[in-house]
Structure formats: C-alpha cells, structure tokens
C-alpha cells in the first residue's frame, strides 16, 4: 500500500509542483476560515500553506489564485475523497489512524503520534500533532521562604526535533496547538516557532480560540501579533541555509530516536538546558563520519548496539574520544503508546545516567558555551562545508536577556549577529582561554550569531 | 529558663556589656536614579566626603567582596540581576575604577559563588556581567571564587579573639586573609533571616560551601559544592568538615534568624571591614532574593558608603525606613531574626546609634525610600 501511494504520489507531484511550491517549502497555518478574505491575511507573508478543515472549493479556488498551497486536515474516521472533492492540494492525515492512510493523487502528510512516525522515509514531510507547550515550566517553590535553586528547567520540542532530524532529511513538521483555554501571548508564539526553526523544523502556526476570534473582527491588537508571527517565520524562511546545517558540537548522544529519542525531557533536553550543543546520532547510523568531530560520546544505546557499531565506539575511544555507556543492563526505554514526556518513575531512572553524563560535561566548552542565557535554548549548527557555522538562541523569558556572551572553540574569526529585529551587524570577536568569543549586546525572542571563517 | 533559653542569652550577653564602646565612622549617601547615570562620579564623591580612599588603598592588595546572592538563573520578573538583589556590574566597575585610581595595586573581587567553586569569571558572564569591561576598569583587576580553595593552596584561619556566637574559628578561602583592605560591596535589600542584607550580612557570603556547604565532606572539605550551606550554618543539621571546628553550642538553636545573624556578627570580627559600600540605586523589596514569596522590585536610588560596616548598614537600614536598633519581632527583624547590627555592636564592631554617626552627603530624611 505504501509503494502504492509513494508511486502514485510520484506520478502526481511534477505536475503539482509546477503550480505550487515544493512540499519541503511549505510554511504552514491551521487556518480556522473558509471564506477567502480571510487569505488576504496571508499576502505578503511567507506564510504559504493552509491546513483547513472541510475545504470548500470556491476556498480553494481562492487559495490556489494567490499561490497557497491548500492542505486538507483528515482525522481518523474521515473520508479523505471528500476533500478531494474541493480540488485540495494535498491532505493530511492528522491522528492516530488504525491502518496506513489510504493512496491519494495528491501529495499526503502524516500528523502522527510520536511513537508512529516514520523516521527516515522517503515523504518529504515528517509531522506529528503531539509536541510540549514549550516555556519556562512554572517554580514548584511556592513556600515562603524556598531556597535558591540552580537551574531553570525549560518545557521544550528541541530534543525530540534534533533525534528526529537525525533520522533523516526530510521536514519535519511540530504541529501541536496551542493550550486550550489559554490566550497564548505573542511572545509565547514566537517562541515556539523560534524554537522549531533554531532545530531545523516548522511549527504549524496555530491560533488560540482568542486570536481566532479576534483576527476574524481584525483587531489591531491581533493583527499586531500576527505580523510578529510572521515576520519571525519569514525571518527562518528567509535563510534557508539555515535549515540545511546539522549540529555541531563535540559532544554526541548515541540514541535511538524510536525510543527515549523521541520523548520530551530525556537526556538530549537535559543537556539543552545546560546549553551544552549536542548532536544525536541514531543508533542505526552510528559511523565514524557520525563522530566526526566530536570529543566525548554517550552511549544511551547500552548493549542494544550491534557489533559494528560497538566497533565504531571502541574507534572512537581509540583514537581519543570520550565515552559514557549507560549502567549494565541499561535499556533506553521506547514510549508508551500517546505519551511524549517521561513520567516520574522513567525521570528517576535516567538520574544516575544523567548524574555521570553532567560530571561528563562539567562546564567544558564542547564547542561552544554562552553565558547569562538561563531563560533561552540554544542550538550549534554546522555548514557542510565548515566554512560557517550559527548559535541561534531563543529566548523564553518575558523579558529580552541583555549581556549574552559566547566563547567558541572552531577558527572563526568573523561574527555576525543576526536578529528578527532587522539587526546584522559585525560583532567584535575577541580571543579567550580557549578559543574566541563575542558579546551580545540583547536578546528579544531569538537572536542568530553566524560564524564564518 | 530552658537550656536553650539560656544558651540564647548568653550568646548574647556581649551585647549587653560592648554596645557603648562600639566605634563611629562617618557615612556619605548620594543620590543615583539609575544605573545610567555617572556612578563612578557619585562614588567618588563619597569617597571624597569620607575624607578620601587613597590612604587606605594606595598600593595595597584590596579585596572586594561583591554580593551575588543565589544563582545567576533565579531572577526576578526576568529582570538582569544587577537590578534587583546582585550588585550591579556598573557599580563593580565604577568601584574598581575608584580603587584604581586612588592607587590601589590589585583588585581582587570575590565571591562564593551559589553552589559552584567554578571560576567567577564565569558566574559574572553567566550574570549578564561583562568581565572584560570590569578588567579594563583598573590595572590589576582579578577574580576569585571562595566558595572552595580557589587559588590558594590552604585555607586561611581566623580565630576568634575572645567569645565567638557560633563558632570559635571561620576557616576561609585565602583571599579574605591574603589582603591589606577588605571592601564590603553589597546591595541595598531586606533579608528573610536577617531583616537586612548590607554590607555585614554580605560577608556570610564569605563562608565556603567546601566546608560549611550542605555537601561538604563529614571530614574533609569537598572542591566541587554544588549545594548552599542551609544544614550547617542556618539549621544547624550537622557540623562543618572537620577542618573546621564545630559550632560552640550545638542545639541551641535551628532557626536562620537567630544563627545566620550570629554567624554574620562574628565574621564582622574575625574579618573586619575596611569600606562598606551600598548599591541601592535599584534593589528588590520584601527579601534577598527572588526565592522569598511577595518580593517586588524596589527603586530606591541611592549609593551609600562608609568605612565602618556596622555604621554604614544603620545608616542604610534608616534609609530603608526601618530603625536600626529595632528587636526581634520588629521591622524589619520579623519571625525569627535577630537584628545582626546590633549583635556586631554587640562584639564592639560599630555603633547602630545614629546619633552617634556622622552623615554626609545627602540627609538620611531625604534619601529614605521605604521598604514597607
């Protein structure tokens, strides 16, 4: 069924894509209308792809008039050929359905459970519906008189995006909604686009009931926050260079993105917060070309590895890298059926790993190290070729961070800070202990320092 | 009376017999609005009207004591530290430039870091703090963090002459002993154990967590804390590392108000104050710290300065709007803090009797900000 659809899809999309961008550029929106005013929203963005519900063709019609791309949203329990009656250019398929998705003429994108996408195929679109609300998660300190603690934790995706795009080059789609009952404020969107963008993916742009319903009267104070949201998504969209670099720290997590990979507040987020740049490598793909670079390896994997790819560890070590296997008997554990977080039990058995791989760490500079950076994530990206490389940041403060400093180990002399803001600007770079660093000066919502040689 | 009644009383009956020899030294208050505004000017001018730095700096070794309480990543409505309840990295500068320029040969500022004995260099970056702007300050800038040995090889001893509180001996990182001047730099806020957090109860921050730390070692001190000291020295769990020798009433109480007090009254000794200098331009109300419910940010807009610490901490404490010679109970001593300047008055290190200090600059009336 799936050579089926694939071959069908194959005969079909030359001629879709001569009228519609290429899958792998669709920049996505739930769109909550049917009436085509509503696209005048879209003009002038980089917004290019509506997902609706129950498509009417004279919508579509509309759609395909300005150049958008018209996704027909199917749950489980729907007939997809109803869609297609409104001449849709593509459908998804958006739930946990029983059985694989029928064949279509027209491009498919799976909105899977976690535990159900199909890492490393051949779609040009990878997606789930199933994702954390990311931000700061709330001080469980509410006593009087708490005590200062050491870190901030941050809900996020980040993980869980870097182990699937480990898998394969595909897009990958985030495609969870905003939390219900809840006006989600501007800089709370931003942050969650910022955040799948830094880690190479597209959150499809989803609007709480509030800015559905203020959009749709056009307040000004919701056209306000949709020019923001745009704008960040044209300010990713407009560097798809970007998009097209993999991570690029000296530090790799051996992981099997079908397991623990793929569950939110696992290792890879842990290191994340501690703004070490990590790079995940499936373990299916564990080469010495995977390695390349990287100084210290964690083995998640324990004696799930086959013996070549213990081989490349042992490599690894041999010629001088640092490896963490995880306890005897370790067992990365595959997500329950729905669930994308770890539970308390699954938390507490990841301590003593997570105890060795922080004394791993330490306070090395595995790459790159930022400093006054609490309230953000961070992601270290590699150009192919190794001439430039990037530090996006994303802040998920209320509050724009002043005084971020970067030191970076790699032989880049030049440095530009890029921001959705319109700053570009040269940064002065100056030499440290360990290699160079540059200041920064503020950070809103997100902030790009590209590194060049 | 209890034992424990009785304990109490005699770890303060110093108070009873020094409080009226307790020396005066004059205090200069300055109004700053912001952290815009030319600090190291208002800085220089009260050092100008407290008769000039440069007879007690000028090629001396001067360590500062800087006060960043609790971890870089605890902030308060997502404001930089340096606003709220760290001092901010503009008065470090405009200090260091002072002491430079009044001669000073090298400038170490030091603290023990929140559960880290790691480079300060790199807990000042991780405060939004630029290091380089503040070792371009002066010549012979440097840094040190005393939460463990740091630098030094041994750490330093300080015995205490005659009755100590808490304990008969604070082992410290060398810095506190290898230096001819030792500057309090703190800020201007409120303390849920202390009532006030200046310049007395910033130098609790010079207390290692190698040994006095919740993770210290039961013998040996451990070099890489990664805890507060809350069991040892605010409840009183357990004893220190044995390299340091143990409380001298053990039991006699569990409570941070009665013994944190004491044990920043007794640092006060061991380890005089040659400047205390206050960074009130902005700070936080209701307590030290982010972690204390009902904490606001405060703009009180003023720098203060002397060269007594428990003189210029009345002053302050005035300046808040709360009498420095209140009791436990009172503003701002609430619950079970123990006024900490009067028990250093207690051990002779200053006066709290503001009748007694000469204030100059700006009128404590007209500086007052209140907290309450």
Redo the contacts between chains.
Sequence with gaps: MRMLRAAVLAGFLPLVCAAIPKPADWVPVRWPWMDAASLDLLQGTAVNCVLVRHPEPAFTQAATARGIVTLAVITPGEDANLALAAKVDGVVFEGDFPAEPPALPVPVVELAPRYKMKLGGSAPIVGTYQGVWPGIAANE????????????WIDTNTGFLRAVRAFGASSVWLANQPPEKTAVSTARYQQVIAEAAISGARWVIAFDADLTARLARREEGALGTWRKITALAAYFESHPEWRAMRENGQLAVVQDPEKGGLLSGGILDMIAVKHTPVRPVAGDRLSPQALEGATMAVNIEGDDLTAPQRQVLRDFTRSGGMLLNGPPGWKDPAPPTGKITLDNAELQRLSDMWKDVNNLIG?RNMGVRL??V??MLSNYLGAPDGKSAVVHLVNY???P?????LHYLADFPHATLITPEGINKALEV?KTDEGWGV?IDRVVVCATIRLEK | MTRREWLALISTAPLLRAAPEAPSAPVAIAKCSTYDEDVTAKLSTLFDQLGGIGGLVRNKTVTVKVNMTGPPSQRLQGLALGRTHYVHPKVVGAVAHELGRAGARRINFVESAWATAGPLEDVMLDSGWNVRTILAAAPGVEFENTNGLGKGKRYARFKFPGTAYMYPEYVLNHAYEDTDVFVSLAKLKQHYDCGVTLSLKNCFGCVPASIYGDDAGADDPNEKPTRGRSDVVHFGKRQPAKIAPPELHPGFSNTGGVRVSRVVADLSVVRPIHLAIIDGIESMAGGEGPWIRGVRPAHPGVLIAGLNPVCTDAVSTAVMGFNPRAGKGEAPFFRDADNTLTLAEAHGSGTTDLKRIDVRGVAIAEAMYKFL
Excluded at chain 1, 141 to 152: D, E, F, I, K, L
Excluded at chain 1, 401 to 405: H, L, W
């Design positions: 300190g509410a006593s009087a008189h708490a005590g200062p603690t050491s870190s901030v306070r400093f006054n609490s309230s403060a209320d509050y961070v002043e005084s971020v400093t100056y200041d």
